[in-house]
Nanobody, 115 residues
Framework: QVQLVESGGGLVQPGESLTLSCAAS????????MAWYRQAPGKERELVVD????????EIDDSVKGRFTVSRDIYRNAVRLQMNNLKPEDTAVYYC????????WGQGTQVTVSS
């Protein structure tokens, strides 16, 4: 079955970096678009970045442009989100998403940016 497992979240101070990983299984990873979303407390889930099958960015939120970089590793069936210069407003649960015949989601990983 389709599984998406996120890892790499944590507590960091403003200006620091984190790398999130999403391990995917149960489907032909290299043939589907993937995405990272996030949901802050009291807010709706929002798109962070959407990438195509080759890892090209389809859409990225303006608030993370220049700070976040996404990549996909077709050999390890993984998608990574490198987050630099983190800000308190980046605090959220980050979710990996796969656009298959329907949307699939991971369980999420918490990112907290606080001094």
């Amino acid at each position: 079955q389709v599984q998406l497992v996120e890892s790499g979240g944590g507590l960091v101070q403003p200006g620091e970096s984190l790398t999130l990983s999403c391990a995917a299984s149960g489907f032909a990873f290299s043939t589907y678009p993937m995405a990272w979303y996030r949901q802050a407390p009291g807010k709706e889930r929002e798109l962070v970045v959407d990438i195509n099958e080759r890892g090209g960015v389809i859409e990225i939120d303006d608030s993370v442009k220049g700070r976040f970089t996404v990549s996909r590793d077709i050999y390890r069936n993984a998608v990574r989100l490198q987050m630099n210069n983190l800000k308190p407003e980046d605090t959220a649960v980050y979710y990996c998403n796969a656009h298959l015949w329907r949307e699939f989601w991971g369980q999420g990983t918490q990112v907290t940016v606080s001094s």
